[in-house]
């Protein structure tokens, strides 16, 4: 997509919201069969550059992290549904939430 600055484009958050599906596999797993955190945060920030990306239409990095707690344990061959949708954005900087 190509606009020129004068052309404006109104930002949905439903246009920015994205979804990522993920099947579990040995390599995502430490001893036990237990997913390892590294992956479930690597997942979370891919769905959220996509939200970004979407939403901004430029290139974007991740700046921070608020929180994250984990709840429950995913194990091997579990599939992991992630959501993402902006809840701020600014002229410099944009907060993405995401629901695993």
Known sequence: LHLRPEEKVEHAVGASASSLVHLTLPSDCAAGGIVQASVIMKLMDNVAGIVAARHCRKNIVTAS????????????????????WPTFTSARSIEIEVAV
Do not use: K, Q, T
Not at 65 to 84: C, E, K, T
């Open 65 to 84: 992290l608020d929180s994250m707690d984990f709840h429950h344990p995913v194990h091997n061959a579990n599939v992991v549904s992630l959501y993402a």
